[in-house]
């Protein structure tokens, strides 16, 4: 329960593969970033959102060109409203949780065809990041996810 208890937070309103969220503040930097597609000599748009919640916690958005939300992470001291966050791939989040040893856990990873997350931290030092890989723009690093 303790791990579940973690994954709520401070309030939240994306959902990862929908769009882009309100969180009741002004985005900190807001820029589209522009990839070369390999091998095709196109290119890829995307756009990176960063806004701090009121708990001091930055969250970051990144968007294709249709302005879907394909990765998102977070750091800061507080979790941000992870349900809220993953939007129904929540659910594999905290099903892997649930199966988990409850003491001494304070990283998740998941790694599935449809999404990939990473969770971890304690108090005050929370961070993570999650991608939808089939919704990555061609020539996207997961790397470069702050």
């Known amino acids: 329960m303790l791990v579940l ?13 929908s769009s882009p969220s309100n969180f009741g503040t002004t985005p900190v930097r807001q820029g589209a970033r ?8 196109s290119t890829a748009v995307y ?14 958005e990144y968007m294709n060109a249709e ?11 507080a979790l941000p409203d992870l349900r809220t966050l993953l939007g129904d791939k929540f659910a ?8 988990r040893p409850k003491a001494g856990h304070s ?4 790694e599935q065809q449809d999404v990939v997350i990473v969770s971890g931290g ?10 939808i ?7 996207f690093d997961t790397s470069v996810i702050e």
């Open 5 to 17: 208890s973690l994954l709520q937070g401070a309030l939240a309103y994306a959902a990862l593969g």
């Open 34 to 41: 522009t990839l070369a597609a390999a091998g095709s000599g």
């Open 47 to 60: 756009t990176v959102s960063q806004s701090t919640l009121d708990s001091g916690t930055v969250v970051r």
């Open 67 to 77: 302005g879907v939300v394909f990765a998102v992470s977070w750091n800061g001291p």
């Open 92 to 99: 594999v989040l905290s099903n892997t949780a649930a199966k």
């Open 107 to 110: 990283q998740l990873a998941v």
């Open 122 to 131: 304690h108090m005050r030092a929370y961070a993570g990041h999650a991608w």
């Open 133 to 139: 890989p089939g919704a990555l723009p061609a020539g």
